[in-house]
């Protein structure tokens, strides 16, 4: 099954989140990027990572551009509540994140997403 990364400095949302997505997924999370990047740095190898956006200490976009250092050939998105900010806009136009993802997610569209990405990564 693939491994999903999720990083969201909310309980209930990675708590939702495992929930919407542990029959097609695994999933793994962290509650800030720094713990994230602690896990990736320690051997875990996801096959795709998704972050919140707005997170104390370590945004998503900065989390993100760390963690492409040691997973450079992982499909990474944004999932966020907000609207899509320059910041969000700069990391698609550089191709760090696959897309931007809104919250509520709509968890048939995100299963087809990811699929897609996995896919693609395999190809």
Same mark, same amino acid.
């Given at each position: 099954?693939?491994?999903?990364?999720?990083?969201?400095?909310?309980?209930?949302?990675?708590?939702?989140?495992?929930?919407?997505?542990?029959?097609?997924?695994?999933?793994?999370?962290?509650?800030?990027?720094?713990?994230?990047?602690?896990?990736?740095?320690?051997?875990?190898?996801?096959?795709?990572?998704?972050?919140?956006?707005?997170?104390?200490?370590?945004?998503?976009?900065?989390?993100?551009?760390?963690?492409?250092?040691?997973?450079?050939?992982?499909?990474? @998105?944004?999932?966020?509540? &907000? !609207?899509?900010?320059?910041? /969000?806009? $700069?990391?698609?136009? =550089?191709?760090?994140?696959? #897309? @931007?993802?809104?919250?509520? &997610? !709509?968890?048939?569209?995100? /299963?087809? $997403?990811?699929?897609? =990405?996995?896919?693609?990564? #395999?190809?």
């Amino acid at each position: 099954m693939p491994l999903i990364l999720y990083v969201d400095d909310e309980e209930v949302n990675l708590l939702l989140f495992k929930l919407n997505f542990k029959k097609h997924f695994e999933v793994q999370t962290a509650s800030n990027g720094a713990e994230a990047l602690e896990m990736l740095e320690g051997g875990l190898q996801p096959d795709i990572v998704i972050s919140d956006m707005k997170m104390p200490g370590m945004n998503g976009v900065s989390f993100l551009k760390k963690a492409k250092t040691l997973l450079p050939h992982t499909p990474f @998105y944004i999932l966020t509540g &907000f !609207e899509i900010i320059t910041e /969000i806009q $700069e990391a698609l136009n =550089a191709g760090l994140i696959q #897309s @931007y993802l809104r919250k509520p &997610f !709509e968890r048939d569209k995100l /299963i087809e $997403e990811f699929n897609a =990405a996995l896919q693609a990564k #395999s190809e």
